[in-house]
């Protein structure tokens, strides 16, 4: 799986065929300094191509559901599915809404369109596409209470703060690249092994024991249905278990959404 891997973008939203496009649900960009353009066009994966994707930590988790306990719009997203972000809303409440526009070469793409003047501490922001559903998500990152000052958010800053304050070790991941195989630990290697084993013994005979150089990664085949691969993510949680599911080739669905319960 060396040759055209690509890490998924997938959100998170995290694409392959009906995957998200542009910044997906476990993916994130930073549309001030990227001009916050998303698009939507299908991305599918070749038959050698492999895609990523990272279970959100039990904290980060934590976190977000307890931001949604609070009113908040929140859903977790991040190249590692370890951000957890604030649907974007202008002055008046109500949900950012991208500008969509179509290419010479038919691609449609959704453009960030918010004011930044809303958000003067906020440095990171974007678009989450899903071309299967429709769905936008245009949202906002805050590190801290402190930065949702002077924005449409401001009279929740007691509200945010008070899961900071819960999850005190929640912290906003970092997006990075770096192959997580390489350095994997022998203790790490023997708990990803070890959740292979128990998926087959809970009847998912699909679910083979990582090989060679990924010692980390569980590949998710695009033969298995649909339904079986759902029933698998909520039958198995990873429970900060450091795996990574790889997805080879092309898949009938949303690859994303069939993880949504354990990321949001």
């Given at each position: 799986m060396e040759a055209n891997r690509m890490i998924a973008g997938v959100a998170a939203c995290l694409m392959v065929p009906g995957l998200l496009g542009g910044c997906s649900a476990p993916f994130t960009h930073d549309?001030?300094?990227s001009a916050g353009s998303t698009s939507d066009g299908a991305m599918q994966a070749g038959a050698d191509e492999a895609r990523e994707t990272y279970p959100a930590s039990t904290l980060t988790k934590q976190f977000a559901a307890c931001l949604?306990?609070?009113g908040f719009d929140a859903r977790i997203t991040g190249e590692r599915n370890n951000q957890v972000a604030l649907l974007e809303i202008d002055a008046a409440g109500n949900p950012v809404q991208p500008k969509v526009t179509v290419g010479d070469d038919g691609?449609?793409?959704?453009?960030?369109t918010g004011d930044p003047n809303l958000y003067p501490n906020i440095t990171s922001s974007g678009v989450n596409s899903n071309t299967v559903t429709g769905d936008d998500f245009p949202y906002i990152i805050a590190q801290n209470s402190g930065q949702l000052a002077g924005s449409p958010y401001a009279f929740k800053q007691a509200d945010y703060a008070a899961c900071?304050?819960?999850y005190s070790s929640f912290s906003q991941g970092v997006t990075t690249y770096t192959a997580d195989d390489a350095d994997a630990s022998a203790e790490d290697k023997a708990a990803v092994?070890?959740?292979a084993r128990d998926a087959r013994a809970k009847g998912f005979d699909w679910v083979a024991d990582p090989v060679g150089d990924e010692p980390l990664h569980i590949v998710?085949?695009?033969?298995?249905?649909?339904?079986?691969?759902?029933?698998?993510?909520?039958e198995c949680p990873t429970d900060d278990v450091p795996v990574i599911f790889s997805w080879i080739g092309d898949y009938p669905y949303d690859i994303n959404a069939v993880q949504q319960s354990t990321v949001r």
């Open positions: 549309a001030r300094s949604v306990a609070e691609v449609t793409n959704r453009d960030w900071e304050a819960r092994l070890e959740f998710i085949p695009n033969t298995v249905p649909e339904s079986d691969v759902r029933r698998f993510f909520e």
